[in-house]
């Protein structure tokens, strides 16, 4: 085994703190879209009386509008050519009409019957989807592109993802906000007044981005071939070559060595999350509630400071050892952590519980902080064997499959509690048999999907050589002709 | 050595830009930590306009550890609803005569009332001795309701308690799987003049029509104390030697050891109503399958709730909320006993909590 000296970032790669910032600014309110709509819908089952099966069609059908939208504003905004760029202006308009529409979208009208709610609310949504993804796309795919340094890139991910953090923070508190009734004369017009503030700042902070980041890429494809074409015959090839690069992106092999790694760690992690839950609340604490809660409100709480820990740690041990490696110890102390689990659940001592929440972290600290910067790598060989920059697609796909799962392991999560034979009615007094049942696979689906993660990623073939070898070559081919677009305001 | 302090020094010179920046995300980490102090601040100073609740629960007696945890459930929820509305202060005052007396019921209900209190729950020791009592706190203006045994002729406005029929079928239902359908058995039928007990007996009379496999020697009544109980079992077995099966309505028997020298575990299949910690060793040893457990915490909390449902949301309540019984067996004895000591029971073998 040779000992590496990783390469130091050139003073030309470096992103200054105030642009990671800003797009960290971006992260913030990705987290707080991709969440804020899930936090709050229980208004519309317990404000408005919607049956929970509707406000569950609700979130799931976005989810399917998602699967074509999210690759369609990938390849728009890997394809635009404008003196603004191809990212900013999706990000700045974007951000505007998603922040707009939000503030709306919860206007509900009352006294209303539970169908014009539910279609209200779904039209609404799907335009909110819409926009959000107009916001989202060009902004993780302007993620990959602000810098072409292997080590660069994770420092930037990295920001993003501490950052990004703060919204999940915020996010569960919402209920308490909206059915504040010193505020608020029920948890509707909590809601209302809620979703345009949230709408203000998506809207200010979510063009933050937009404003201050320059962008390095410009379309790779000569203008004059489109003036020549027809509409119908643009419409045409560009179908053509949205459905050619949907196939290569999806084929490409370091890609969907990353999506599986994510999918695996990070839906194995959500599948489990209500189980903990009801173990610590049913089996530790012997079905009292009140304890249940604060020890996951306390389990919680340390495990969004070791995520952020993690993050900063994550970034920095990968400039030493590079990101396969971190990624591989990164889960491998989240698979230890949730085989810890096991010995952690100990009704005589419920404290115990809380051991596991540092390990469990580091992993999901490490995760989208490689992860973003891997798929950025992954970008710069599909432009050396493709000669396109398609950030967008890459992206737009990458995240689709995490939205997509985490919906699968919501619904999926339900399935598995029944099939332990979990009766809520008898609240601690479950089966032996159920709690065995309930442990067994809320230790072993983590570990067993990080242990799959740890596979899938561990065969990933950018190191940190051959990444700068991709890169001398790209610059070799670009040589001086590569197109920097002039930001409108940059450093 | 000195070198390395130069180095170091020079390393943390920071640029302004850097500066803004760490200073930027320091405060980003203590958001989430402030954001919690400034509620929990908030939270502590009483804003203008609170209403304040008080309800008065009133226990058949004050020792009876089913009545303690129904207690500790009023508290719970009480303090539980005053933190979810920044406007409400609910408040439980708890009342309970030493032994059961509803005489001395009916006058913490009246006491109660000139006291000012906004609402009362009570369990009725004797449901005609209590109408009264019930119907002039209603006329004065005060919501009662009652849980565990009910006043179903007085003014209450809802009653939180089980189904007893119900409870009769699960116990049939339950013995007639552990002796295979067939065979006889016997139901001990406690206190005839209880109606909830004779619910209970109906229920079960009611479902042994679906196993033609199992007869019935006879219901048989006692006096509701442990000697008593087992007594009539003993001289019941005797007539009956070949005896499967007993089913209990209520679990005298099993509220002390007696019962442990008396019959052979497993031999004859036994399934009770209630499930206290005093009874839990008979499952533990096979003497007893299956108990049907109250959920007695639920008594105070599902009641408390119903009261500011009705009083603060000004909602309606059902006039008759069913608690729903819980069969503990060996397969959740370790559940049940650590629910137990959730809702606030003793005297629970410590290794029951780990099973």
Redesign the interface.
């Known amino acids: 085994m040779s000992t590496k000296v990783s390469q130091q970032t050139p003073e030309k790669d470096r992103i200054s703190n105030g642009q990671k910032f800003a797009y960290g600014l971006g992260g913030i309110v990705n987290n707080l879209l991709g969440g804020a709509i899930g936090f709050m819908s229980i208004v519309l089952n317990v404000g408005l009386g919607i049956n929970p099966a509707l406000v569950g069609t609700l979130q799931a059908i976005p989810r399917l509008t998602d699967a074509i939208t999210d690759p369609i504003m990938g390849y728009i905004s890997d394809k635009t050519r404008s003196r603004f760029g191809r990212r900013r202006p999706y990000i700045f308009i974007g951000a505007i009409c998603v922040g707009l529409i939000f503030a709306l979208m919860w206007q509900l009208p009352p006294g209303n019957s539970e169908m014009f709610y539910f279609w209200f609310f779904l039209i609404g949504s799907i335009i909110f989807y819409l926009f959000y993804t107009m916001f989202a796309t060009p902004w993780v795919a302007l993620g990959y592109e602000l810098t072409s340094d292997y080590h660069e890139r994770t420092r930037l991910m990295g920001v993003m993802n501490f950052m990004g953090q703060f919204a999940w923070i915020s996010l569960p508190w919402f209920y308490a906000i909206m059915e504040n009734d010193r505020l608020f004369s029920d948890s509707v017009e909590g809601a209302c007044t809620l979703a345009i503030v949230i709408g203000i700042f998506v809207a200010i902070v979510g063009a933050v981005p937009a404003i201050f980041l320059k962008e390095r890429f410009a379309a790779t494809e000569d203008d004059s071939e489109h003036k020549k074409e027809s509409m119908l015959a643009g419409i045409k090839k560009n179908v053509a070559e949205f459905s050619k690069g949907l196939v290569t992106t999806v084929k490409r092999p370091e890609f969907l060595k990353l999506c599986a790694g994510t999918f695996f760690l990070f839906n194995g992690i959500m599948l489990v999350g209500a189980f903990s839950s009801y173990i610590t609340i049913f089996y530790v604490c012997g079905g009292d509630n009140d304890m249940g809660a604060k020890y996951m409100g306390l389990f919680g709480t340390i495990n969004t400071i070791s995520t952020l820990i993690s993050i900063a740690v994550v970034t920095w041990i990968s400039s030493r050892i590079g990101k396969r490696k971190t990624f591989i110890i990164a889960t491998s102390i989240t698979m230890i952590g949730s085989l810890l689990k096991w010995f952690s659940y100990d009704p005589m001592a419920p404290w115990k519980v809380l051991l596991p929440a540092p390990m469990i972290a580091v992993g999901m600290g490490a995760l989208f902080t490689l992860m973003g910067s891997m798929i950025a790598d992954v970008c710069d060989l599909d432009e050396l064997e493709t000669g396109e920059r398609r950030e967008g697609m890459f992206g737009s796909i990458y995240w689709w499959m995490v939205k997509l799962g985490m919906a699968l392991a919501f619904g999926l999560s339900g399935y598995l509690l029944n099939a332990t034979g979990f009766v809520v009615e008898y609240g601690g007094a479950q089966n032996s048999s159920t709690f065995f049942y309930m442990r067994l696979v809320d230790v072993l689906i983590p570990a067993g999907a990080a242990l799959i993660a740890i596979f899938a990623v561990g065969s990933f073939k950018i190191t940190e050589e051959k990444a700068y070898e991709i890169r001398s070559e790209l610059e070799k081919r670009r040589g001086n002709e590569v197109k920097e677009v002039v930001a409108l305001q940059g450093e | 050595m000195y070198e390395i302090t130069i180095i170091n020094l020079k390393r943390f010179k920071m640029k302004f830009?850097?500066f803004?920046?760490a200073l930027?995300?320091g405060g980003?980490?203590i958001?989430?930590p402030g954001?919690q102090e400034i509620?929990e601040e908030l939270a502590d100073i009483e804003?203008d306009g609170v209403d304040t609740l008080e309800i008065t629960m009133i226990a058949k007696s004050s020792f009876n550890p089913v009545f303690l945890s129904a207690k500790k459930g009023a508290f719970?929820e009480a303090a539980?609803l005053s933190e979810?509305?920044?406007?409400?202060h609910v408040t439980v005052n708890w009342e309970a005569p030493e032994n059961e007396d509803a005489s001395v019921q009916a006058e913490m209900i009246r006491k109660a009332v000139n006291s000012g209190t906004d609402a009362i729950i009570v369990s009725c020791s004797d449901k005609d001795s209590l109408t009264a009592a019930i119907n002039n706190a209603v006329d004065a203006g005060v919501e009662v309701m009652t849980f565990d045994s009910d006043s179903p002729d007085s003014k209450r406005f809802a009653f939180y308690g089980p189904d007893d029929q119900k409870m009769g079928k699960m116990l049939i239902s339950r013995l007639a799987e552990l002796i295979d359908g067939k065979g006889k058995i016997a139901i001990l039928g406690g206190n005839p003049h209880a109606p909830n007990l004779q619910e209970r007996v109906a229920g079960m009379i009611d479902t042994l029509a679906q196993f033609p496999g199992i007869e019935n020697v006879g219901v048989f009544y006692h006096n509701e104390t442990e000697d008593d109980a087992i007594a009539q079992m003993d001289s019941v077995q005797k007539m009956h030697p070949d005896l499967k099966g007993w089913a209990m309505v209520g679990s005298w028997a099993l509220f002390g050891n007696k019962l442990l020298e008396k019959i052979e575990p497993g031999k004859i299949k036994i399934v009770a109503v209630d499930a206290l910690p005093v009874q839990l060793k008979y499952i533990k040893q096979n003497y007893v399958q299956v108990l049907l457990?109250q959920?007695t915490y639920r008594w105070g909390k599902t009641t408390v709730e119903a009261i500011v449902k009705k009083m603060h949301e000004k909602e309606k309540v059902k006039e008759i909320l069913r608690l729903?019984a819980?069969p503990?067996?060996i397969?959740?004895?370790?559940?049940?006993?650590?629910?137990?000591?959730?809702?606030g029971y003793t005297n629970i073998p410590?290794e029951y909590?780990?099973?």
């Not at chain 2, 559940?335 to 809702?343: D, E, H, T, V």
Request: net charge negative; proline share 5%; with cysteine.
């Open positions: 830009s850097n803004i920046f930027l995300l980003l980490v958001y989430s954001c509620s804003p719970q539980e979810k509305y920044n406007l409400l457990g959920p729903e819980i503990v067996t397969e959740n004895l370790g559940g049940w006993s650590r629910q137990l000591r959730a809702w410590e909590f780990v099973l």
